[in-house]
């Protein structure tokens, strides 16, 4: 199967093959003909399938083919930056000169939403969506909240056919009435089952509401609960059920390996693991917040550049230490299971649980992050006595044992060290909210884009 063979134009092929895309991944060959024909989709992907492409090029076509922008729009995809800006300045003046904001766009208003649940992850689809569509004439643009809102309205008042976001954000700008749904033909709900664990479920429905009723829906999620299919049920008309294997199904591109350790050792064999295989480029999963900023200082003061990121940092600092990281300023990046989520960076050969997370479905969105799109990974953990019932959880979720690999100077699991320990609660307990853990049922007032409940996540299976 091709790219041509999806009925894709002209100019998103080029952009796919200016990517280095080859062929369509499994999500791809699937979703994209049956969103061009504008039906609705419910798919059982997780992040790494290659479901961005699959839900934006096919937006961009739609889009694009049944565009009702104003001529002078349609000629900015020739247009030079200096073109560009003269017709944003119209446009501007226009909207002013019509004297409401919500009146002014002429056609600009957003009519495709793609509602995310992090930050990272909106921004990531942002730019995925920009960079195939930037020979169309589409204009699109982001909006989540930790950073000034102004850019944002001055962004949505100069016209937006895409819109990506985060709920809170969104819902902000419509109170605030910058923002303007009433034109929305497609919805995506993207990585939906993580927007429920977060407790996003009323804010889509106050979304929902804002919405036309006849739209084109598509949802993506990579488990299947209850909750997502009361979501599903409501939301979608006739959908397609389309399901690509789960990361845990489709593992043979990542190696997994477990590294006994007594816990007090644990930062010395990430050193030692970082220098002597010159590994150039690794993430690090932390349980705590506190526990990313203490492993990255300690790595820094081992030699080894490292940065962490985690919902306790500012918006700024958090997208200033991922640029760090993808740029290859610093070589470790330290995160914790939210800020990570829905992460997109190019090779990452190495992820590395430091500790292991306590829901075992984490464990397969932390190592969803490597071994992208057919690339190899190595996902590696650290594990201590205190760890084994976690190790054993996962390895049902995953359905297979993890080969265990002692490495030599740190087999002996340090008895002392490890009554010193921090006991680790059971999978799926819910965690205190107080004493700086990013665990579960917290919901902190201060990241309104960060909010998670305990997740009840199952395998994504079709309705009978
Ligand atoms: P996603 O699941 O959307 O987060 O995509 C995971 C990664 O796969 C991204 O880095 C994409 O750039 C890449 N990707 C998407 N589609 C393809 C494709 N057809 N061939 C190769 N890489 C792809």
Known sequence: MSFEQLGLQAELLGAVAAEGYTSPTPIQSRAIPVILEGRDVLGGAQTGTGKTAAFALPILQLLNMHSERPARSLLRGQA?????????????SRGKAAGSFNKGERGRLPRALILTPTRELAAQVEESVRTY????????????????????????????????????????????????????????????????????????????????????????????????????????????????????????????????????????????????????????????????????????????????IHGNKSQAARTRALAEFKSGAVRTLVATDIAARGLDIDSLPHVVNYELPNIPEDYVHRIGRTGRAGANGMALSLVCLEEQELLTNIQKVLQHKIQVEKVPGFEQENASASRQAPSFRQPGARQDTRGGKEGFGRRPSSHRDERKSSGDGRNFKRRG
């Open 80 to 92: 030079s930056e200096s073109d560009i800006d003269t017709s944003l300045h119209v446009e501007d």
């Open 133 to 308: 569509g930037r020979k169309l004439p589409l204009r699109s643009t982001v909006i989540y909240g930790g950073v000034g809102i102004n850019p944002q309205i001055e962004a949505l008042r100069r016209g937006v056919d895409i819109l990506v976001a985060t709920p809170g954000r969104l819902l902000d700008h419509a109170g605030q009435g910058t923002l303007n749904l009433s034109k929305v033909e497609i919805l995506v709900l993207d990585e939906a089952d993580r927007m429920l664990d977060m407790g996003f479920i009323h804010d889509i429905r106050r979304i929902l509401k804002l919405l036309p009723h006849k739209r084109q829906n598509l949802l993506f999620s990579a488990t299947y609960s209850n909750e997502i299919k009361s979501l599903a049920d409501g939301l979608l008309h006739e959908p397609e059920l389309i399901e690509v294997a789960r990361r845990n199904t489709a593992a043979e591109t990542v190696t997994h390996v477990v590294h006994p350790v007594g816990h007090s050792r644990k930062r010395e064999l990430l050193s030692h693991l970082i220098k002597g295989g010159d590994w150039k480029r690794v993430l690090v999963f932390t349980r705590t917040k506190h526990g990313a900023n203490r492993l990255a200082n300690q790595l820094m003061s081992d030699g080894v550049s490292a940065t962490a």
